[in-house]
């Protein structure tokens, strides 16, 4: 019975998120999801919201007609992803130092891994209390024309919008 009313407290403690703040996802699911105290967000990645269709500029690149790459700026990726990170964070009750735990999605790790590191050190320094677990991966490619993506789960303090009864027990 227990069990049972953990999942039907969980599912009433749980919504989907979405922001004009972030690129549209690119597929049909939720910027983010929050459980009880849990805030997980789908894969965010650099693209600019409201960047014309499919909100589909990334900072640093630069592409011809024929899909050659003209100008790439990593460092750029990595600044805008973590904008749209605290931009879902934000639209969700969340902030910055709520991260719990980052997945790094990287498409060339011996190219891209020390200037992340870089980047990341500056969002994150050694001597923040808030430093988030990590993880990162390297993958043949995204969904987009973008070199990074992140995966994160951060804790939520805010209340949740539509609270959910005690459990009555039963005989």
Known sequence: MYARYETQYLRGMSESISTSSAPKPVGSYPHARRVGELL???????RIAGSGSGDSKVPGLEIDDNGK???FDFAAQVH?????VKAVLEASGSSWEELVDLTVFLVNMDRDFSTFNEIYAEYFPSSSAHRPCRTTIEINCLPT????????IATVKSPVKSPVKS???SN
């Not at 805008?80 to 749209?84: C, I, K, R, S």
């Not at 024309?145 to 994160?152: D, R, Y």
């Open 69 to 71: 790459v003209l100008q």
């Open 145 to 152: 024309i973008i070199a990074i993506e992140l995966k994160c």
């Open 167 to 169: 459990p009555v027990k």
């Open 80 to 84: 805008a992803v973590f904008a749209n």
């Open 40 to 46: 997980f967000l789908s894969g965010v990645g650099p």
